[in-house]
């Protein structure tokens, strides 16, 4: 069974940093697209960060040069360091998963989601 699981979210002050964490089991992120996206209230789903099988990376332009993702295969967690955050960036995060390894266009290709994890950003 696949559980992806969250952490590292939380309150910061606009101009702050914050990294999340997404621990993954039951799946090999070595082979897997992995992804965070994010939803704020009234607003549609959003990727904003995708890692391939192959590490290639995107990123939404809102949050390119703030955002990075990564991975540790050691310990099967991906990440998402967040930099210069504001308060448009308020949202919940999750993490989502492809096995396949391809990164999709569309998230309804996503075969696994977190629970997600809250980030509140202030002025």
């Known amino acids: 069974q696949v559980r992806l699981v969250e952490s590292g979210g939380g309150s910061v002050q606009s101009g702050g940093s914050l990294r999340l964490s997404c621990a993954a089991s039951?799946?090999?992120?070595?082979?897997?697209?992995m992804s965070w996206l994010r939803q704020a209230p009234g607003k549609q789903r959003e990727e904003v960060a995708a890692?391939?099988?192959?590490?290639?990376?995107r990123y939404a332009d809102s949050v390119k040069g703030r955002f990075t993702i990564s991975q540790d295969n050691a310990v099967a967690t991906v990440y998402l360091q967040m930099n210069n955050l504001n308060v448009e960036d308020t949202a919940m995060y999750y993490c989502?998963?492809?096995?396949?390894?391809?990164?999709?266009?569309?998230?309804?290709?996503?075969?696994?989601w977190g629970q997600g994890t809250q980030v509140t950003v202030s002025s």
């Open positions: 989502a998963a492809r096995a396949s390894g391809i990164c999709p266009n569309f998230q309804y290709n996503y075969n696994y």
């Open positions: 039951g799946l090999d992120v070595r082979r897997a697209c």
């Open positions: 890692i391939g099988r192959d590490g290639s990376t």
